[in-house]
Every structure is written in C-alpha cells, then in structure tokens.
C-alpha cells in the first residue's frame, strides 16, 4: 500500500513540475508601444513573445516592475527572463540572449522645441542636462564618457522632468518616446517636443534569460524556434504593423 501512495506522489510531482515548467515566468516594465501593463494597445513585442513561445508549446506569464528591477529579478533568478534588451559585454556576463532580435530600433534625442540642442560627438552631450533611465545601457556609457546624467525610474518620468526643465537632453526609442509623450501628456505639452535628426543609436533588442536558472539555455533555443517560426509564416510583421 505504501508503495502505491509513493508512486502516486511521485508522479504528481512529476506533473506538477511538467505543468510549471510550461509557462515562462517574464520580468517586463512600461515601454509603449512594444510593452505596457496598462495599455492594452502598447503591447507589440509582447504579443510576439506569447506567440512564439506558444508555437514551442508554452504558456507565458508577464509581472511589471521598474526596468531596473525587472532586469535584477531575472539576474537572481527571481524570473525566466526580461525584455526588450540590447546586447552589452555587461549583459552578456550576467544572462544568456536568444539569438534572433525581437526587433531592430532606432533611438534619437529629445528635447523641447524652445531648447537649442545640436550634436556630432558624446563629447557635445558635456554643455547639456542629460537625463537617463536607470538600467539602460546610456547610464554606464555616460558615465565612461564623463557625461553627467539625471536618472529617473522610467521614460515617463524623463519627459515630464524635460517638460519642467530639469533636463534638457534624453535619449530613447524615436517609437517609443513619442508614443510615451503622446500618453504621458497632455497636447499642449506633446507639442513642445521634437527630437534632433541624427540616430543615436540602430539596436537589436532581445530577450535576457537568467543564468540563474537550470533550463536558461533551453528557453533561449525554444523562443528561437518559435520566432523564426511565427517570421516565416507573416504573423510576425502582422503583430508590428501599424
């Protein structure tokens, strides 16, 4: 009789392991249009993340943080992964990345209409009030660059500390920060703002798997898969058409 209730036991747990395993457990912040807890149209990469993962036969579940929590939850383990993230020798270090970008984007700098702001070089950024968001990758490379920067939480934050003056500068996705400005504020403010037309930066932005997980590896492969997948077959560019 013992015997029987160990056999059922185990295989419960084993069921229950199984059924676990099946929904991957991601880490994501506010970056409208490609995520959002809030609008349910801002959430573009989100829904190529869902249905790659369930052409490999997973389930995922996505909690909100602040990015910078998001991206040091996943480091401990506390989740799967995170994204949308671009690659770094520091990032490298800490997570394993999926092969296939979730997307190429270009960022630029914005800044008010009434601000005068022109730049070639990292070095022009100097005579300027740079804002940042704490976890991205400018945080690091101003600092390398001796390149004072204000950060704030989130893009949110950055534009109305732009709107009141308290930066002058702030680097992100053109998509993106028109879309948060366009949320964030009112008209009259979103009017204000114009962005300078040299691209900062061209990324592939990625999914970061926690190394501190034992199927990290297996998660990078199986997303891979699913995305080429849902690529070949349109349903990809239908998600991030405007």
């Known amino acids: 009789m013992r015997y029987w209730v160990f056999l059922l036991c185990w295989a419960w747990i084993g069921c229950t392991s199984a059924l676990a395993s099946d929904v991957v457990n991601l880490a994501i912040g506010e970056w409208p249009p490609y995520t959002s807890e809030a609008d349910a149209h801002s959430k573009l990469l989100e829904k190529v993340v869902v249905a790659a993962f369930k052409l490999e036969g997973l389930d995922v579940k996505f909690s909100y943080f602040p990015w910078k929590r998001s991206y040091l939850k996943t480091r401990d383990g506390s989740f799967d992964g995170t994204f949308p993230w671009s690659r770094t020798p520091e990032r490298e270090n800490h997570f394993l990345f999926n092969k296939l970008a979730l997307v190429t984007d270009q960022s630029v700098y914005f800044h008010l209409k009434s601000t005068p702001f022109d730049w070639a070089t990292m070095d022009d950024l100097k005579q300027y ?54 949320k964030t504020l009112s008209p009259d403010q979103a009017a204000r703002f114009t962005h300078h037309p040299k691209v900062a930066e061209e990324n592939d932005y990625y999914i970061l798997l926690s190394r501190a997980i034992p199927n990290g590896q297996t998660l990078a492969d199986r997303f891979d898969s699913g995305l080429r997948k849902l690529k070949a077959s349109g349903a990809y560019a239908k998600i991030l058409m405007p």
Do not use: C, H, M, W
């Open 129 to 182: 009030k740079v804002g940042v968001t704490s976890g991205y990758k400018n945080e690091a490379v101003y600092k390398t660059q001796q390149i004072v920067a204000d950060a704030a939480p989130s893009e949110e934050l950055n534009f109305k500390k732009l709107i009141a003056g308290r930066i002058d500068v702030y680097e992100t996705s053109k998509i993106v920060g028109y879309s948060t400005i366009k």
